[in-house]
């Protein structure tokens, strides 16, 4: 390939330069996974396929925020689960994780959470781990009612911004949430240090696979987004 064309493609999508808003799916994308959390993930597998199956023909005209409500009810019995998930299990952030959000906020750029965790333990966990100082909203797709792929949840984050879903990123570690990036019409980023490999990742087509999160941060610090 002529070194021009090459150079055209390496550089065509720089991170700080196009983007405003950028979204970090939570368990296995900036924290590292816990056994509890792995274990619902592998349990949940096949029906998380299911769910990408049938949402892979839909297109982002599909979807809208309108008359969406965002629900903060507590469910007593989940919460209470939660509480004695908290004492076995003590979620980490990933290495760089802190200094990833840092920056970006150093930058201007508006952060967000998404995740289809319970909302008491994304909201507890955030907290805990200090993130909730580098961020701007944690959301739950519980408060939601629609799970991913579903991408309700990302479009509402965008939309309470008011920031152009051209303007948006998704960062997440499954195949899952490249599909909830690409049917929100914004941008995707993979992490391949989470539940899915790198070639299930890929093959969800994501903008950009890095090999860790570490990495990710890397290209944000030069812009240059050099891939795996």
Sequence with gaps: MHFYA????INAMRLLSDYDLFIFDWDHTLTT????VTVLDIIGFRGRRRKIDRMKEKKPSDFTTRDVEVRERV??????????????????LKPRAMETLELLKRKGKKVAIFSDSHSYRLLKEVRMLGVMDHVDLALAAE?????????????????????????????GDMAGDMLTARLAGMGAIAVADGVDRI??????????????????????????????
Excluded: C
């Design 75 to 92: 469910s007593r019995i989940y919460s209470t689960l939660d509480d004695v998930y908290g004492l076995m299990f003590k979620p980490k």
């Design 199 to 228: 070639a299930v990742l890929k093959s969800a087509e994501p903008d950009r696979v890095f090999i860790h999160l570490s990495a990710f941060l890397d290209a944000l610090q030069d812009d240059k987004n050099i891939d795996i």
């Design 33 to 36: 996974s816990t056994i509890a």
């Design 143 to 171: 408060s939601v009612g629609r799970y991913k792929p579903d991408p309700t949840g990302l479009l509402l984050i965008s939309d309470r911004f008011r920031i152009g879903k051209g303007r948006s990123m998704y960062v």
């Design 6 to 9: 090459l150079n055209r493609i």
